[in-house]
């Protein structure tokens, strides 16, 4: 499936213009959208390779606009350092489990993802708990993204009840999402699931991704977050139940 063909350069195209549309209009959602959709046409385990440079590059571009940066890094270190560690761990997952078995597992995570975010109430996180509970949800995070690709769940929710300014939330999103793509990174390296031609694929994804991010900062002056959003929330159930009911080949 790595070979470049026609076929796949427009799959890839399309696949991360649109994410990048995405993220261009929530703030996030560009890893969530490229692996749902390319996990329908290839095992997350080649998918998740492919993510890796665009997910890297637009994320770190989110991170590094605005003030906070460092002082988030301070408040937030033991969290991502857990990060780390729970997706070099959970990458095994992607690499000795049956690609099936990963879709469903991909699938189950999108829809628990947009589940949440539909119906779940607002949440606030205390500076009490924060010590402790930080390094349990980096953890989680990272098994999750390391066996699944998806880096939203536990984090987002974590990070969205910290009580943070809309620009801090955006930056430390940015600052969690790069952390995990790094993570993920490293931890198919560790276990001998990143190829060459896979590094191609992916940079050959950055260019529609960064498109993507503009026009979708475009759309946003132009619709209503909110309800882009939803229509987002329940693409992504819909892609999730696709993923999860996959029947065996």
């Known amino acids: 499936m790595n070979t470049l063909t026609f076929g796949l350069t427009c799959l890839l195209l399309a696949t991360f213009l649109g994410a990048g549309v995405v993220k261009g209009v929530t703030g996030m959602g560009l890893p969530t959208v490229a692996m749902g959709l390319l996990g329908a046409v290839m095992s997350p385990l080649t998918a998740a390779a492919i993510l890796i440079i665009p997910s890297f590059v637009t994320n770190v571009w989110q991170m ?11 408040r937030l270190w033991l969290m991502m350092l857990c990060i780390v560690i729970g997706t070099v761990l959970g990458a095994r997952l992607l690499v000795v489990v049956d690609p099936v ?15 949440y975010a539909l119906f779940s109430p607002a949440i606030s ?29 536990p984090a987002v929710p974590y990070l969205q009840s910290l009580g943070l300014q809309k620009d801090e939330l955006v930056q430390a999103l940015g600052l969690s999402f790069t952390v995990s793509t790094v993570a993920l990174a490293g931890g198919l390296l ?13 940079m050959l994804a950055v260019l ?20 882009f959003r939803r229509c987002f929330l329940l693409f992504l159930v819909v892609l999730g139940l696709e993923l999860a009911l996959r029947p065996f080949s």
């Open 64 to 74: 590094l606009v605005g003030r906070d940066k460092l002082r988030l890094m301070r």
């Open 190 to 202: 560790a276990h001998g699931a990143f190829r060459l031609d896979q590094l191609g694929l992916s």
């Open 125 to 153: 996180t205390s500076e009490r708990v924060e010590p402790w509970l930080s390094p349990v949800i980096g953890i989680v995070t990272g098994l999750l993204t390391g066996a699944t690709g998806v880096f939203t769940l």
């Open 208 to 227: 529609p991704a960064l498109v993507g991010m503009w026009l979708g900062s475009i759309v946003r002056q132009r619709i209503s977050p909110k309800t």
């Open 101 to 115: 078995w990963s879709g469903r597992a991909l699938g189950i995570a999108l829809i628990a993802y947009a589940a």
